[in-house]
């Protein structure tokens, strides 16, 4: 029977997929387009693990009252009060525990560090890597999963199809006439999304002095729409110029300066 889910139900679907004409294919990857999606799967990975670490180290902290500010580069400070020894802040018993914690964070950063010096090797000897770089908030790590991950730029038809295939883009729910846009789904590809997001916010956080034309379309959008908002915004324009420069071959141009 046709409801029943079957091998025969399965191929008779697959069958009359592949002839539909709006059916979109996966384009073959090279062996070297997997070789980087690898290491970028592995940097990921590692990533992780430091992010865990340093939470753990922040949390056992936390429950003697030594508070650090956030962020990943302030933890440098609770890693020299642990290292000093300071018995008035940290118990000796507690410092042993910690240091076992510490070594693995200090043997994570080399291996992230190793892994992104062979990316940016292979970023600079990529000519498609190197175009995509120039767009104002990608840099090597970001130019080469884009790279890596499209195979052929051409199966989009637009900019816009790359981007909602990244998953910049609201979730819709439209019926009856009218169209309904929610928050951005976790569908698509999360790895590119966070890397395009993380470099919007980096440009966005650096408008200070700049007067071409991207950055005051920037300002004006964050007189209007809140910040997270306008990162969105931002990180889809630049999936939508990538696809431009991976499909035309062309070179990112900065725009010329607004008028006052």
Not at 24 to 37: G, H, I, T
Not at 110 to 122: D, G, N, Q, S
Not at 133 to 140: E, F, K, S, V, Y
Request: include cysteine; glycine fraction near 8%.
């Amino acid at each position: 029977m046709r409801r029943s889910k079957t091998d025969a139900a399965d191929a008779a679907a697959i069958c009359e997929a592949v002839g539909r004409p709006s059916m979109r294919f996966v384009p073959v990857k090279s062996e070297d387009q997997q070789a980087a999606l690898l290491h970028h799967r592995v940097r990921d990975l590692l990533v992780r693990q430091r992010t865990m670490l340093i939470n753990a180290l922040r949390g056992h902290l936390a429950e003697f009252g030594i508070i650090a500010p956030a962020g990943h580069h302030r933890v440098g400070d609770l890693v020299a009060l642990i290292q000093e020894g300071a018995e008035a802040s940290v118990p000796k018993l507690t410092r042993e525990a910690l240091l076992a914690l510490i070594a693995e964070l200090h043997a994570l950063e080399e291996r992230i560090a190793a892994i992104e010096a062979v990316i940016v090797r292979e970023h600079k000897a990529d000519e498609m890597s190197r175009r995509l770089a120039a767009i104002p908030g990608i840099g090597p790590i970001t130019a080469s999963a884009l790279a890596a991950t499209i195979a052929d730029a051409s199966t989009f038809r637009s900019g816009r199809e790359l981007a909602a295939w990244i998953g910049l883009v609201p979730r819709q729910h439209s019926s009856g006439g009218k169209q309904r846009l929610g928050r951005v789904s976790k569908q698509g590809n999360g790895y590119l999304r966070r890397l395009l997001t993380i470099g919007a916010t980096a440009v966005m956080r650096r408008l200070t002095g700049k007067t071409d034309g991207h950055s005051a379309w920037i300002r004006s959008l964050l007189e209007r729409r809140p910040f997270r908002l306008v990162s969105l915004a931002v990180a889809n324009k630049m999936a939508r110029i990538a696809w431009a420069l991976m499909a035309r071959g062309d070179t990112y141009r900065t725009r010329a300066p607004a008028m006052a």
